[in-house]
């Protein structure tokens, strides 16, 4: 868990994949953000964010796992989006209340800021109004935009709003209460067509992990999609920790192919169900390795073969 938290918050952390998420769910894919333009915030300021500025008592999970400052438009005083992505590797079913406080407090601190800087420059507004909040007539603030990718191939069977938290089905009391909702990025619920929308291997990710439950699926996706013959080490790196799988690479290649280290992985399993038979016929049965192998319905040159390639790849790893 914690192996598969750090893995996806570096990579997440690095700004072409940060932008290529946020551009492909808010954008459709368009190339809005810019990657260069953003801005990662040191994770020890933002303790004043989730608790009192000088007495805060909140635990570093309750920090966003990557959030930064983006310029969205220039003009001569510059607007900044803040943006928030939070990493689940499992389904939290409280998590529209908890991305909830995390915009709330986001647009709080903004407020208290902007209250703040008022008081250091002398500014106490133009009413009496103004100068009672700190805040001005005028004043803005920052979009907060939180994502939540499920690191996962299966369904998020979580809630998605409050509505669905709230034990309640009175239409008179919900139409008075905002129905938060969350932007939940689940890689089962990414259409074939929309993985094109992705600028990055980020895509490549994503479709891995979406198929990784399904032989077949994974396979037509390994065929059809030719960067995964040629997927940057981190990015496979990423695939074997997040979906558990026994993929091998050749040590120091920045670049690999998952075709082939799939198929690989595919003949070491088969290989090992293989010696396993046989070794456990010999063994408690009596058996010699020929007739194992012909009660098994294996030919002596499989089982052969099969124990040479677990032991060439012992030796490999």
């Keep these: 868990m914690a192996d598969i938290d750090a893995k996806t918050n570096e990579y997440m952390s690095e700004s072409e994949h940060f932008a290529d998420l946020f551009n492909y769910y808010v954008y459709n894919g368009r190339q809005v953000i810019d990657p260069d333009k953003l801005q990662e915030m040191d994770r020890t300021s933002l303790s004043i964010i989730y608790g009192d500025d000088?007495?805060?008592?909140?635990?570093?999970?309750?920090?966003?796992?990557?959030?930064?400052?983006?310029?969205?438009?220039?003009?001569?005083?510059?607007?900044?989006?803040?943006?928030?992505?939070?990493?689940?590797?499992?389904?939290?079913?409280?998590?529209?209340?908890?991305?909830?406080?995390?915009?709330?407090?986001?647009?709080?601190?903004?407020?208290?800021?902007?209250?703040?800087r008022h008081r250091l420059d002398g500014d106490n507004g133009t009413t009496s109004d103004e100068f009672l909040s700190g805040f001005h007539k005028d004043d803005k603030i920052h979009p907060v935009i939180t994502l939540v990718l499920y690191w996962s191939g299966g369904e998020w069977d979580g809630p998605t709003s409050i509505y669905e938290m709230l034990d309640t089905d009175d239409n008179e009391l919900l139409r008075l209460i905002p129905n938060y909702r969350i932007n939940l990025i689940s890689p089962s619920s990414i259409r074939e067509s929309d993985f094109a929308k992705f600028k990055t291997t980020l895509a490549e990710v994503l479709q891995y992990i979406k198929h990784s439950r399904n032989k077949n699926e994974l396979d037509k996706a390994l065929n059809e999609n030719e960067q995964f013959r040629h997927l940057d080490r981190e990015s496979a790196d990423l695939l074997n920790t997040v979906t558990h799988s026994n993929l091998k690479f050749e040590e120091g290649k920045e670049e690999v192919d998952v075709c082939l280290a799939v198929k690989e992985m595919r003949e070491e399993s088969e290989a090992k169900v293989i010696v396993r038979t046989i070794d456990h016929m010999v063994k408690e049965k009596g058996m010699t390795v020929s007739e194992a192998c012909d009660l098994a319905g294996y030919a002596e040159e499989e089982y052969y073969s099969a124990r040479k390639l677990i032991q060439s790849s012992a030796v490999t790893k």
């Excluded at 969205?72 to 406080?101: C, F, S, W």
């Design 54 to 116: 000088t007495k805060s008592s909140v635990t570093d999970e309750d920090y966003r796992d990557v959030i930064k400052l983006l310029t969205i438009k220039a003009d001569d005083n510059a607007t900044y989006m803040l943006l928030g992505l939070e990493d689940q590797t499992h389904v939290h079913y409280a998590m529209p209340v908890r991305d909830m406080l995390y915009d709330a407090r986001s647009y709080a601190k903004q407020v208290k800021n902007i209250s703040r």
